[in-house]
């Protein structure tokens, strides 16, 4: 089998936006090696959403972690919300934002680490709410999705469900924060490549040493 990336990450994953640039990276320094899958954590399950002002006190204080760490920066649109909460109407949970970047592995497999990447910038830096449907729809062109087949799909029970599915599969995967970096190299053998943040040279150097071990061709 072809070795696979599981990268297990939730949109509303303030150190998995920083990490986006790092995995897209990967992603192309490795295309001809592995798959690349990505797979939603469910981090707010909708039956746990919560308005913004229940974490918005955290939020303020870890983004500058983040942007220090990982040189991402937030834009003044979502930060808005974090420093109103009070004016802000944002409920937040993970099952739409899941459900399509389900759709998006259905149609346009190749691009699902781009897509998750933007899905993060959408909400991140220009403060869309992603369980707006209209969030979604800058996207669509750019990804080639037809619009009536993507809003039939993110609003049925059968999407819903392939999202949830990957919510348990992340939990299988013992993948309990996030980003979340797995190598599958056999049908029962998995390495951890990262628990958190990691840099692109540090994650680079750890795929290619799984790879030598396993007598598998890197980059």
């Known amino acids: 089998m072809q070795p696979v990336v599981y990268y297990c990450y939730d949109a509303y994953c303030g150190w998995c936006y920083g990490f986006s640039p790092v995995i897209k990276k990967i992603a192309t320094a490795f295309k001809d090696k592995l798959s690349f899958e990505v797979l939603s954590g469910g981090m ?6 919560r308005p913004i002002s229940a ?5 303020s204080e870890a983004y500058h972690r983040v942007e220090e760490t990982t040189g991402i920066k937030f834009g003044e649109d979502y930060l ?3 420093f109103n909460p009070d004016k802000s109407d944002w409920y937040q949970h993970s099952e ?3 459900t399509a970047l389900c759709i998006v592995k259905e ?4 691009q ?3 897509f998750a990447a933007d899905l993060q910038y959408a909400l991140h830096y220009e403060g869309r709410d992603l369980t707006d449907d209209e969030a979604y729809r800058h996207l669509l062109e750019k990804y080639v999705i037809p619009e009536e087949e993507f809003y039939t799909k993110l609003n049925s029970e059968e999407y819903k469900e392939k999202a949830h599915y990957e919510f348990a599969l992340c939990k299988q995967l013992q993948a309990t924060s996030f980003p979340q ?3 599958q190299v056999a049908d029962q053998k998995f390495y951890l ?3 958190g943040y990691t840099d692109y040279e540090t994650l680079k150097k750890r795929i290619q040493t799984v790879l030598a071990e396993t007598q598998i061709t890197s980059v």
């Open 80 to 82: 808005w919300h974090i």
């Open 55 to 59: 974490i918005a006190g955290y939020i």
């Open 193 to 195: 490549l990262t628990k």
């Open 112 to 114: 699902q680490v781009a």
């Open 181 to 183: 970096v797995l190598l």
């Open 107 to 110: 149609i346009q497999p190749e």
């Open 96 to 98: 739409k934002s899941a």
């Open 44 to 49: 707010i399950p909708k039956e746990n959403a």
